[in-house]
DNA sequence: ACCCATGTTCTTTG
DNA sequence: TCAAAGAACATGGG
């Protein structure tokens, strides 16, 4: 479930678990995650202490004392965990370090195995490399309308690259127009100012309001449109699938693919363009 | 058995 | 050169 709030909650949880500890160890159970050559990352890593962590959108920095940097990307299925013995690993941990203080191993977990670790000379590198914007919780609404603004590409890939913000997925691009009442296939050049400032303000309060459930969905408002999406399989009969839009209880929320991406409309909220 | 899926990157086509 | 569409990746779960 990796979008930037997941991986912002990856992030504190390993800030606590493992910074101010050496890697004692890295234990590779399927290499397939690795975009370096399994040795250079126990060069790398071995005997290292994990000084710091930073994030980027949805790319998550391990800052080792060497100055070198552990990338973590979490792909489609990518978790983090910890556990103390090995019959304990979670389920689907490819790879995870061993931390010598508290003895616990870091999970890196990946069902699907599109998750990647990294190494990088510098955060400032990887991001030029990789040529990832701002982190969409800091870009101001000036730059992203500077971004947008240009385009006559249609909003919702415009929101999904990369390269414009960092950290927005398939998810939260849905919630984030819905909260600012704007179709996903308007054109980037059809916005106006006020709807670019709707927009950077939904992009903040979904955001930080996802953090603030450390992304338990679950948990989010019931305004979120979140809810009208099928991924609660165990939620409460009261609870389960709001095929209705939380503003306009007689419309029903629409799914349609959009640039390739499942993507959830209120027809009432976000009117489609030319209409 | 079939279809869908939270992301990224490459290829093809216009 | 750029943008858009499609495919590929690998696998689990409904």
Redesign the pocket.
């Known amino acids: ?3 930037l709030p ?1 991986v912002e909650t990856y992030r504190r949880f390993i800030d606590e678990i493992a910074v101010g500890q050496t890697i004692a160890a890295v234990i590779v159970n399927d290499a ?1 995650v690795l975009a370096v050559p399994e040795a250079d990352l126990r060069a790398a890593a071995v005997g290292r202490r994990i000084v710091g962590t930073h994030r980027i ?2 790319n998550c920095f391990l800052e080792l004392d060497s100055g070198q940097i552990l990338v973590l ?1 979490f ?3 990518g978790d983090i965990g910890a556990y103390r013995d090995a019959p304990d690993a979670p389920r ?1 941990t490819r790879v995870a370090f061993a931390l010598d203080d508290s003895g616990l191993n870091l999970a890196f977990i990946d ?4 998750g990647r670790i990294r190494l990088a000379v510098s955060i400032e590198a990887y991001r030029k490399a ?1 040529k990832l914007g701002s982190d969409a919780l800091t870009i101001s609404a000036a730059a992203l309308q500077t971004k947008i603004s240009p ?4 909003l919702k ?1 415009l929101l ?1 690259d ?1 390269s414009i913000t960092a950290g927005l ?3 939260i691009v849905d919630d984030v127009l819905f909260q600012a009442k704007i179709h996903p296939e308007r054109p980037g050049n059809s916005l106006t100012d006020k709807e670019f400032k709707a927009l950077h303000e939904a992009m903040q309060h979904v955001l930080t309001t996802a953090i603030r459930h450390e992304a338990n969905y679950r948990e989010f408002p019931l305004d979120f449109l979140i809810h009208s999406r099928g ?1 609660d ?1 165990s939620a409460a009969p009261d609870q389960s699938v709001h095929e209705c839009c939380p503003h306009h209880s007689k419309t029903k929320i629409e799914k349609s693919y959009v ?4 993507t959830y409309v209120c027809p009432k909220c976000q009117p489609r363009p030319g209409l």
């Open positions: 479930m990796p979008e997941e397939h959108g949805k990307h792909g489609m299925t689907f069902p699907r195995k599109f990789k385009r006559k590409t249609i890939p999904l990369q997925g398939n998810w991924w399989t640039g390739g991406r499942a």
